[in-house]
């Protein structure tokens, strides 16, 4: 009796374990479900800037490209084709043959995984050049409708997925996302002239402002912060506009000495000077570089807002696709301004920002400084060191060896390069750059 039961047993389990795998097998596999917004309003006669949210991703599902195109098949369009609104998610790429206005480019892609709220999203800044607001303007000269649309493909287990975005195209103003689209930062009168400026110590430091060139109306919020000697130096992410970061990538942006914080209302005329805060609230009495900041708050506005899932509203006021210009001053000696006037002679050449290279025959490339002694080429993988190497001038390149960087494959890194003196003392040195390793 006790054997037949067992048996009974094993018959009953390796049932329920068949039943099982063939439920696991027979499971739908999820998708990307939806954008939101599903529609906006853009500018007909230069660039403009949207935070969007693609909802409900598979955990193995990757965005894949980004473009647009001036009309999508006739079977996609809903009922009312004068409404122009697309079904949002569709199994084969929809737009029609011939349509495609341009592509958005690798080192643009500002999409980022994000979990807010629990749900599996990506949030994406769709950039749209104006040489595509102008190739959409022409034809809606030629009769034919003025939106237009941004399509972005998705790749995973359930097989591709197109994800359509319409763009009504219009005058910039009230009715379109608050978008920074262009930033200058200078100080007035003569001291603009100079990329550092050079102060005596205990000198004044003459007033600043910022000219914001800009998409929609609404307030914008920030605050002028001042990065002084021995601070650590901002990268790319820390200097990108608060709303063009997933909401619970926000907080993690670091902040230096405030200086001032502001809130001003941007009037839908896409231009305006922000003034700088008072001189004599920033110090000229500590030797060396020192950075002035400008960081923009994302702000509640109703028609760059974006819905993450399950009704949960982020406010994305303010959003802008590139990092924002920084002003630089340096106070000391003589012999320390020439060292900080070097500091605009290191730029980094290739690969370009956000490029995919290879593992074998990475070569990293820059122009430095004339007086430097020594360069410190170094690599980072979330803001954690991962190789380091001197090199001597006039080099401009140097190769990382393969077996440094093994298994990073398939990861963002960052680089970038110090030019030191014979004292081993930073001379100048070079922004941060992203590179994805293949």
């Given at each position: 009796?006790?054997?037949?039961?067992?048996?009974?047993?094993?018959?009953?389990?390796?049932?329920?374990?068949?039943?099982?795998?063939?439920?696991?097998?027979?499971?739908?596999?999820?998708a990307v479900v939806g954008v939101n917004p599903f529609g906006v309003n853009v500018r007909a006669s230069g660039p403009s800037t949207v935070?969007?949210?693609?909802?409900?991703?598979?955990?193995?599902?990757?965005?894949?490209?980004?473009?647009?195109?001036?009309?999508?098949?006739?079977?996609?369009?809903?009922?009312?084709?004068q409404l122009q609104q697309p079904v949002a998610v569709q199994t084969s790429n929809p737009?029609?043959?011939?349509?495609?206005?341009g592509r958005l480019?690798?080192?643009?892609?500002?999409?980022?995984?994000?979990?807010?709220?629990?749900?599996?999203?990506?949030?994406?800044?769709?950039?749209?050049?104006?040489?595509?607001?102008?190739?959409?303007?022409?034809?809606?000269?030629?009769?034919?409708?003025?939106?237009?649309?941004?399509?972005?493909?998705?790749?995973?287990p359930a097989g591709d997925r197109w994800v359509v975005v319409t763009c009504r195209m219009g005058g910039g103003g009230a009715r379109t996302p608050l978008a920074l689209h262009e930033v200058r930062l200078g100080f007035d009168g003569e001291a603009g002239q100079a990329t550092v400026l050079t102060l005596a110590h205990g000198d004044a430091l003459p007033a600043w402002s910022a000219l914001?060139?800009?998409?929609?109306?609404?307030?914008?919020?920030?605050?002028?912060?001042?990065?002084?000697?021995?601070?650590?130096?901002?990268?790319?992410?820390?200097?990108?506009?608060?709303?063009?970061?997933?909401?619970?990538?926000?907080?993690?942006?670091?902040?230096?000495?405030?200086?001032?914080?502001?809130e001003v209302f941007l009037p839908p005329t896409g231009e305006l000077r922000l003034p700088g805060p008072d001189p004599s609230r920033v110090p000229t009495t500590l030797d060396g570089p020192h950075l002035l900041l400008l960081r923009i708050e994302a702000s509640?506005?109703?028609?760059?807002?974006?819905?993450?899932?399950?009704?949960?509203?982020?406010?994305?006021?303010?959003?802008?696709a590139f990092p924002l210009p920084v002003l630089r001053y340096h106070v000391g000696a003589a012999g320390a301004r020439d060292a900080a006037a070097g500091d605009a002679s290191m730029s980094l050449l290739l690969p370009a920002p956000g490029a995919e290279a290879a593992l074998d025959g990475l070569e990293l490339a820059w122009v430095e400084p004339a007086a430097a002694a020594l360069l410190r080429v170094e690599i980072e993988v979330d803001r954690q060191p991962v190789?380091?190497?001197?090199?001597?001038?006039?080099?401009?390149?140097?190769?990382?060896?393969?077996?440094?960087?093994?298994?990073?494959?398939g990861q963002t890194l960052r680089w970038r390069v110090l030019a030191l003196d014979d004292e081993g003392r930073s001379r100048a040195i070079s922004e941060w750059r992203a590179l994805l390793l293949r």
């Open positions: 009796m006790p054997g037949s039961t067992t048996a009974w047993l094993k018959g009953i389990g390796r049932v329920v374990a068949a039943t099982v795998g063939l439920l696991a097998a027979t499971a739908p596999v999820q935070f969007l949210t693609f909802q409900g991703l598979d955990p193995g599902e990757q965005p894949a490209e980004a473009f647009w195109c001036g009309e999508l098949r006739p079977d996609l369009m809903t009922a009312n084709p737009c029609a043959p011939g349509t495609v206005y480019p690798a080192a643009l892609d500002r999409s980022r995984p994000s979990r807010s709220g629990g749900f599996a999203n990506l949030t994406d800044i769709m950039t749209i050049p104006a040489s595509v607001a102008r190739r959409a303007f022409q034809d809606a000269q030629d009769g034919q409708h003025s939106a237009f649309f941004y399509v972005r493909r998705f790749t995973g914001l060139r800009y998409n929609g109306s609404g307030v914008l919020r920030g605050r002028w912060e001042l990065a002084r000697p021995g601070d650590p130096a901002p990268d790319d992410e820390d200097l990108l506009t608060a709303a063009t970061l997933p909401v619970e990538r926000r907080v993690l942006q670091r902040r230096w000495q405030l200086v001032e914080r502001f509640d506005d109703k028609e760059a807002a974006s819905n993450t899932g399950g009704g949960r509203i982020v406010a994305a006021g303010g959003v802008a190789w380091a190497a001197y090199v001597l001038p006039a080099a401009g390149r140097y190769q990382p060896p393969p077996w440094a960087l093994q298994g990073r494959q």
